[in-house]
Nanobody
Framework: QVQLVESGGGLVQPGGSLRLSCAIS???????NGWYRQAPGKQRELVAT???????TYADSAKERFTISRDRAKKTVYLQMNNLKPEDTAVYYC?????????WGQGTQVTVSS
């Protein structure tokens, strides 16, 4: 079983930055890691993914502003978020795919407001 724990959320002003972290219990067996978000009243949506080989994909809303990365030694996946906008406000979830199973963290709140 894969366990994920997110951290790094908080309140930030528009234009600011945050770095989210996702500690993963068994990172080297995971095929794909991803960050998703869910705003109030909306469905959970993909933000970014990184494969075992290091290939990355981004939602259009995240391109040019967000960067997903991974440190295997620290068993952690990161989401660097720059130039944050109020519409980025959401609970951010870390996700891991292993075989046919999908694992989720508990989420971390990101609020972008002046």
């Amino acid at each position: 079983q894969v366990q994920l724990v997110e951290s790094g959320g908080g309140l930030v002003q528009p234009g600011g930055s945050l770095r989210l972290s996702c500690a993963i219990s068994t990172i080297n067996i995971v095929s794909i890691n991803g960050w998703y978000r869910q705003a109030p009243g909306k469905q959970r949506e993909l933000v970014a993914t990184i494969t075992y080989g290091g290939s990355t994909t981004y939602a259009d809303s995240a391109k040019e502003r967000f960067t997903i990365s991974r440190d295997r030694a620290k068993k952690t996946v990161y989401l660097q978020m720059n130039n944050l906008k109020p519409e980025d406000t959401a609970v951010y979830y870390c996700n891991a795919l292993y075989g046919s199973a999908t694992y989720w963290g508990q989420g971390t709140q990101v609020t972008v407001s002046s």
